[in-house]
């Protein structure tokens, strides 16, 4: 596989937002409704920055969000249109394998190009790191350089036997880790007194004479449904009041509700 069809790839892995590591790195909350038929946030991986990719404007990357501690920290700032990369504009790019391009934001554009030359700024060795984005600022047009990490290239089989897959990897687990679930404890004690506690206080208040005629057990398996099917449309109304997506998300249990 060629080095264009290889970094084609990595971006999926690299560049796909991810709530739960952007949240653990301190990202920003996202300022717009993501839509694909409009435009789509891009993750720039290890710039340390995220962006808008917008269809009126297939050729530039609007910066949203600079990750406080990242490379990009006192480089780039939310607001920034990137309009190239190593010296050359976002419509200087061109792909010989276009049949792949079949959405406006496809091979053929600012992702293809930023990610390719990611690749080379990580490894070649004349480089040495440095990646020079092209920028548009307040109106006004300069060239500013972020210095990432020189960790080489991926290799001909990745992800097997490849050091720098091996690094992405158990970097993104240890952020994961270091996160653990301080943050679910309020969402699971809410749980706990949705489908617990108010069951229990229903149980000695609205629902004491329901609760003696069916007794324990029936009472319990009553409520639980009941509960169960309220929380669907209490869910919905989150949703859309508070863009509320899970009361709990902890992926590394497979526990989102």
């Known amino acids: 596989m060629g080095r264009i069809g290889l970094t084609g790839i990595t971006l999926c892995i690299l560049l796909g937002p991810c709530p739960r590591l952007m949240a653990a790195a301190g990202y920003p909350r996202q300022p717009f409704k993501q839509d694909p038929a409009v435009c789509l946030s891009i993750h720039l991986g290890p710039i340390g920055a995220v962006a808008k990719l917008e269809k009126e404007h297939p050729r530039q990357l609007t910066l ?24 050359r504009r976002f419509d200087e790019f061109v792909w010989e394998n276009k049949r792949h391009a079949r959405w406006w934001y496809g091979y053929d554009g600012p992702l293809e190009a930023i990610g390719s030359e990611i690749e080379e700024s990580e490894g070649d060795p004349g480089l040495n790191g440095r990646l020079t984005l092209d920028i548009v600022r307040q109106g006004q047009g300069q060239t500013v350089v972020v210095k990432l990490e020189p960790v080489g290239y991926h290799s001909g089989d990745w992800p097997y036997d490849c050091p720098k897959s091996d690094r ?22 809410l749980l706990a007194a949705y489908f617990v506690g108010l069951p229990l206080l229903l149980a000695r208040t609205a629902m004491k004479r329901l ?33 509320l997506s899970y009361v709990v998300s902890i992926p590394e249990w497979s526990l989102n509700f």
Do not use: C
């Open 64 to 87: 949203w969000g600079v990750h406080p501690g990242g490379p990009a920290a006192d480089v780039l700032e939310p607001g920034d249109v990137v309009v190239g990369v190593n010296g």
């Open 168 to 189: 992405i990897i158990e970097r993104a687990a240890d952020l994961l880790k270091a996160q653990g679930t301080r943050n679910a404890h309020v969402g699971l004690a």
């Open 211 to 243: 609760r003696a005629e069916l007794g324990r057990w029936r009472y319990w398996l009553m409520t639980l449904l009941l509960l169960a099917m309220i929380s669907l449309p209490l869910k919905m109304l989150l949703r859309w009041t508070f863009h």
